[in-house]
C-alpha cells in the first residue's frame, strides 16, 4: 500500500488578459464620454429648492448678465438679433425650449422683455434657470427668510 502523496502543482490564474480587457474598458469609456463645458459667461443665478433639469439640444440658451449684456448660446446679441434668433427657431420648431439664465441682479422687467419677446415670435416654451439651493439657505435676502 502506498500512502505516500503525490504532489500537485500550484495552479495559478494568469490576470494579464483580465487586465487589457479592464484597460481597453477604461478607454472606450474614456472616449465615449462627452465633457460639457460651462461657458464664461459669469451669472450669478437665483436659488430654488426645485432640482428638475431639463436639458435638449435644440434649447436656445439665453444668458442676461448683471451689467446688461444679453447672450444667445455664448455669443453677445442686441434686441434685433435675439429677435432674428427667435424667430427662425420658431420656424423651424416652435416647441424650441427658451432657458433664460438671467444673474439675480437683472432687472425684472428685462427678464419679462425677452420673454414676451419670445412669445412674440412664436416660441411659447419658457423656462428661467436656478441653482439648487443647498446649504445657503436663510441667507440675508433669501426669499424664504422670515
Known sequence: MNLSRTRREEVRVDVTPL??????????????????????IQVDLPRSS???IIREKEDLNIWMTADGAVYLDRSPVDWTRLGQAFS??????PNTLVVIKADTEVEHGRV???????????????????????????????????
Open 19 to 40: 487586465i487589457d480587457i479592464i484597460f481597453q474598458l477604461v478607454l472606450f469609456f474614456m472616449v465615449s464620454t462627452t465633457f460639457i463645458a460651462t461657458p464664461g
Open 50 to 52: 426645485a432640482q428638475t
Open 88 to 93: 427662425k427657431a420658431a420656424l423651424s420648431d
Open 112 to 146: 419679462v422683455a425677452v420673454m414676451d419677446l419670445a412669445k412674440s415670435m412664436g416660441l411659447s416654451r419658457l423656462a428661467i434657470a436656478t441653482e439648487v439651493r443647498g446649504d445657503g439657505a436663510g441667507k440675508k435676502g433669501d426669499p424664504t427668510e422670515k
